[in-house]
């Protein structure tokens, strides 16, 4: 399982990369092989800004529909545009090509409650 | 909390690193490796799929025959040995208690029943009641029967070598009783619930059958284990029936769809209400849905007129593979159920526009 040391984790499954007030947001390599087949990510918050941990989208798998929660209280800019014909970029390279959105920050901001990449994988070893 | 069974074949499953969860008490593969491309493997070449978690009963005795007419809703009298039928056990009520394949061995006399996993013990009960004052004897065999469904266009080629008749001479719902390997007493039985064609295997499991079965079809047949996933979206695209979805005990026959199997040429159990039912004719009906655009309906959303009135509910949907759009069974107000019927789609709150379209999707 793939876990790069320089982004930081929900417990909800998402990634957060911070570069300057600008995050990234995608989902782990643990959900998406979790998820198995992801067949539509549905993303209607753009422009929107939001609470941490409240929903800015949805990702469909095969099987089911997820919610997608935001790690921290941002602005949702960006929607990986990529993904509308070929979703599956979130199961081959999820924290690459398979981003989900970009969002503006509010600076400072607050990662107390976020994972890191160790504390991230002792959660998902249980 | 009950400890989950498992079938003969789980030791396969697990080193094949299959995604297992919990389905009907037993702990069963839901993929491989990939829904999507396991579904698509089936449609396209073959598959494996273990569904020994089904159940099996056998009905014998001399008024076998009799007790199957006055339970199911589907004429057994047509029956012949050889011949399977698609039908079901419904209540009082006309709620479908739930759909089976009945498998005639003895004409009148020897029956095989398979039923759903989920509800062995409630058909058992169920039947057992029924079956008071009859010259039957009722055997739950479910628990030493192995179930493969062999599905997919190439498997009459692929087997075929290994039996003693062509596999292709083999009509739909009929089935024979042969050996491969020297495994005896395969039940193979032109039935499955992807419309891919192929088999189903039952046989009992005894000293090596289940290994021998497992290997000859995955290893040396190189036909992949396809997992529960792709049968639900496989059976799905076809428009097939899955209890628990589109039938349960409050949903009559003729409401699902299923007035073809469904026989007034005999009584039996709730035959006066579904009467009635048909001449008044049905207030709400199953039918197939898909979306407009790229949403997924999934079971549990409503279906919603123009005005954004509640008109329905879906009971299954996914992404069909071979469509590579949404799609749904649900159940519609009468008013709403012709085809091509536009219609909308309570997704996360808003309305997605949908069609109704006849079944099978593909």
Same mark, same amino acid.
């Given at each position: 399982?793939?876990?790069?040391?320089?982004?930081?984790?929900?417990?909800?499954?998402?990634?957060?990369?911070?570069?300057?007030?600008?995050?990234?947001?995608?989902?782990?390599?643990?959900?998406?092989?979790?998820?198995?087949?992801?067949?539509?990510?549905?993303?209607?918050?753009?422009?929107?800004?939001?609470?941490?941990?409240?929903?800015?989208?949805?990702?469909?798998?095969?099987?089911?529909?997820?919610?997608?929660?935001?790690?921290?209280?941002?602005?949702?800019?960006?929607?990986?545009?990529?993904?509308?014909?070929?979703?599956?970029?979130?199961?081959?390279?999820?924290?690459?090509?398979?981003?989900?959105?970009?969002?503006?920050?509010?600076?400072?901001?607050?990662?107390?409650?976020?994972?890191?990449?160790?504390?991230?994988?002792?959660?998902?070893?249980? | 909390? !009950?400890?989950?069974?498992?079938?003969? =074949?789980?030791?396969?499953?697990?080193?094949?690193?299959?995604?297992?969860?919990?389905?009907? @008490?037993? /702990?069963?593969?839901?993929?491989?490796?990939?829904?999507?491309? /396991?579904?698509?493997?089936?449609?396209?070449?073959?598959?494996?799929?273990?569904?020994?978690?089904? @159940? /099996?009963?056998?009905?014998?005795?001399?008024?076998?025959?009799?007790?199957?007419?006055?339970?199911?809703? !589907?004429?057994?009298?047509?029956?012949?040995?050889?011949?399977?039928?698609?039908?079901?056990?419904?209540?009082?009520?006309?709620?479908?208690?739930?759909?089976?394949?009945?498998?005639?061995?003895?004409?009148?006399?020897?029956?095989?029943?398979?039923?759903?996993?989920?509800?062995?013990?409630?058909?058992?009960?169920?039947?057992?009641?029924?079956?008071?004052? =009859?010259?039957?004897?009722?055997?739950?065999?479910?628990?030493?029967?192995?179930?493969?469904?062999?599905? @997919?266009?190439?498997?009459?080629?692929?087997?075929?070598?290994?039996?003693?008749?062509?596999?292709?001479?083999?009509?739909?719902?009929? =089935?024979?009783?042969? !050996?491969?390997?020297?495994?005896?007493?395969?039940?193979?039985?032109?039935?499955?619930?992807?419309?891919?064609?192929?088999?189903?295997?039952?046989?009992?499991?005894?000293?090596?059958?289940?290994?021998?079965?497992?290997?000859?079809?995955?290893?040396?047949?190189?036909? &992949? &284990?396809?997992?529960?996933?792709?049968?639900?979206?496989?059976?799905?695209?076809?428009?097939?029936?899955?209890?628990?979805?589109?039938?349960?005990?409050?949903?009559?026959?003729? /409401?699902?769809?299923?007035?073809?199997?469904?026989?007034?040429?005999?009584? =039996?159990?709730?035959?006066?209400?579904?009467?009635?039912?048909?001449?008044?004719?049905?207030?709400?009906?199953?039918?197939?849905?898909?979306?407009?655009?790229?949403?997924?309906?999934?079971?549990?959303?409503?279906?919603?007129?123009?005005?954004?009135?509640?008109?329905?509910?879906?009971?299954?949907?996914?992404?069909? &593979?071979?469509?590579?759009?949404?799609?749904?069974? @649900?159940?519609?107000?009468?008013?709403?159920?012709?085809?091509?019927?536009?219609?909308?789609?309570?997704?996360?709150?808003?309305?997605? &526009?949908?069609?109704?379209?006849?079944?099978?999707?593909?």
């Amino acid at each position: 399982m793939e876990l790069p040391q320089n982004l930081f984790y929900s417990k909800d499954h998402e990634w957060l990369k911070i570069e300057d007030n600008v995050g990234t947001i995608g989902i782990t390599d643990f959900a998406q092989s979790e998820l198995s087949d992801i067949v539509y990510v549905d993303v209607n918050s753009l422009g929107k800004t939001l609470d941490g941990n409240a929903i800015f989208g949805t990702i469909e798998a095969a099987k089911a529909a997820s919610d997608l929660f935001l790690p921290v209280p941002a602005t949702i800019e960006k929607f990986n545009e990529n993904l509308n014909n070929h979703p599956e970029l979130v199961n081959k390279d999820p924290y690459g090509e398979g981003w989900i959105v970009k969002v503006k920050l509010q600076v400072p901001v607050d990662t107390s409650h976020l994972l890191t990449a160790e504390q991230y994988q002792a959660l998902t070893r249980n | 909390m !009950n400890t989950l069974k498992k079938t003969p =074949f789980y030791n396969f499953h697990s080193a094949l690193q299959a995604k297992i969860s919990p389905f009907a @008490g037993y /702990e069963m593969p839901v993929y491989y490796n990939s829904i999507v491309a /396991e579904h698509n493997h089936v449609r396209q070449a073959a598959g494996v799929f273990d569904v020994s978690h089904m @159940g /099996e009963f056998i009905i014998e005795g001399a008024q076998s025959l009799q007790l199957l007419q006055k339970i199911t809703i !589907n004429d057994v009298s047509v029956l012949i040995p050889g011949k399977a039928q698609y039908s079901c056990l419904i209540n009082e009520q006309a709620g479908v208690i739930d759909d089976l394949i009945i498998y005639c061995l003895v004409a009148s006399e020897r029956y095989m029943l398979v039923v759903n996993a989920s509800n062995i013990i409630k058909d058992w009960h169920w039947i057992e009641k029924q079956a008071l004052g =009859f010259d039957v004897s009722l055997t739950n065999i479910s628990e030493e029967t192995c179930l493969l469904a062999v599905q @997919g266009p190439k498997v009459t080629q692929l087997l075929t070598p290994y039996l003693n008749f062509n596999l292709a001479d083999l009509p739909y719902y009929h =089935f024979k009783i042969a !050996n491969i390997l020297g495994i005896k007493d395969i039940i193979i039985s032109h039935t499955g619930y992807t419309g891919a064609g192929g088999v189903e295997l039952y046989f009992k499991n005894e000293a090596d059958n289940a290994a021998k079965l497992w290997n000859l079809l995955t290893k040396d047949l190189q036909i &992949p &284990p396809i997992g529960l996933g792709a049968r639900d979206s496989l059976r799905l695209e076809k428009g097939y029936c899955l209890y628990g979805h589109e039938l349960n005990d409050n949903i009559t026959p003729l /409401e699902a769809g299923l007035g073809w199997i469904t026989k007034f040429n005999k009584d =039996f159990i709730g035959s006066d209400i579904l009467k009635q039912q048909k001449q008044a004719g049905v207030t709400q009906k199953l039918v197939g849905l898909w979306m407009l655009d790229k949403s997924i309906p999934r079971q549990g959303y409503h279906l919603l007129n123009a005005a954004g009135t509640v008109i329905g509910s879906i009971t299954s949907g996914t992404m069909s &593979p071979i469509l590579q759009k949404g799609i749904a069974l @649900g159940y519609v107000d009468i008013a709403y159920s012709k085809l091509e019927s536009s219609i909308f789609v309570n997704i996360r709150n808003q309305a997605m &526009p949908a069609q109704i379209v006849k079944l099978p999707f593909v």
